[in-house]
C-alpha cells in the first residue's frame, strides 16, 4: 500500500509532468498527451510516467519516443517546481486503460443491444 506521502508526490510530479508536457515540450513528435499517472519508487530514484495519446498507432510510437528524448528537460522541470532529496529518474510509458475501457463498454453496448431482441417470436 501506497503511503499518503507518496501519493501526494505522485501527484505533485504529474502535475509539474502535464504542464511542462503541454506547454512547454517543443518537441513535433509529441502529439496530444494526458499524464494518467505517475508511480515513483519508494526510494523516489525512479518513477514511472504513464501516459495516454490521442492518435493512431504510429503517433503514439512517436509521441512516446519524444517523451523518452525530453526527459532530461522533464526531469530538470520536476527539479526545479518540487523539492525533492532525489530527482526520479524517468521512464514513460503507454497506459492502455482507456482503450480497454472502450474496448468493454463496447462490448456491453453490444451485448445490451443485442439482448433486446427476440428471435423466436415470443
Do not use: C, N, W
Not at 501526494?8 to 503541454?22: H, K, N, P, T, Y
Amino acid at each position: 500500500m501506497r503511503s499518503a506521502r507518496m501519493r501526494r508526490v505522485d501527484e505533485a510530479m504529474r502535475a509539474v509532468l502535464s504542464g511542462a508536457i503541454a506547454t512547454e515540450l517543443k518537441d513535433p513528435r509529441v502529439g496530444f498527451v494526458t499524464v494518467t499517472g505517475v508511480k515513483t519508487s519508494p526510494d523516489l530514484r525512479h518513477a514511472r510516467v504513464y501516459v495516454s495519446v490521442l492518435g493512431s498507432e504510429a503517433e503514439r510510437t512517436a509521441t512516446i519516443d519524444g517523451l523518452r528524448s525530453a526527459h532530461g528537460f522533464l526531469q530538470r522541470r520536476l527539479a526545479a517546481e518540487l523539492t525533492l532529496k532525489h530527482t526520479p529518474s524517468l521512464t514513460f510509458e503507454y497506459d492502455d486503460s482507456v482503450d480497454r475501457s472502450m474496448r468493454i463498454t463496447g462490448l456491453l453496448e453490444e451485448r445490451a443491444g443485442g439482448g433486446d431482441r427476440r428471435d423466436d417470436g415470443r
